[in-house]
Nanobody, 123 residues
């Protein structure tokens, strides 16, 4: 199983970015997928998840601003991020797992991780 994130970068507050996560080595539609982020000195935080039937869930901190989606034909997961804030600055990771047991998604429920892509939002 391999997950490769892309699309990170530097934007000003209020801007948008779309992250992508290309998956290989497994049947994408059979897994639950999630996006997590980790700011310097902080723990890894679950922010969005989509389960195998397409149901989505979000952390309160990103609800209404971020949208998780997937293209099963392309084995790709996306995170559209709008109205970005400086506090969104972090390394963003995609992850794959078998079950989502909580909202926001929990690190313990995901067994496969990408290497991360950096998002920096300036004020």
């Amino acid at each position: 199983v391999q997950l490769v994130e892309s699309g990170g970068g530097s934007v000003q507050s209020g801007g948008s970015l779309r992250l992508s996560c290309a998956a290989s080595g497994y049947t994408h539609s059979s897994y639950c997928m999630g996006w997590f982020r980790q700011a310097p000195g902080k723990g890894r935080e679950g922010i969005a998840a989509i389960d195998s039937d397409g149901t989505t869930s979000y952390a309160d901190s990103v609800k209404g601003r971020f949208t998780i989606s997937q293209d099963n034909a392309k084995n790709t997961l996306y995170l559209q991020m709008n109205s970005l804030k400086p506090e969104d600055t972090a390394m963003y990771y995609c992850a794959a797992g078998f079950v989502i047991r909580a909202t926001p998604p929990q690190v313990a429920d995901f067994g496969y991780w990408g290497q991360g892509t950096q998002v920096t939002v300036s004020s």
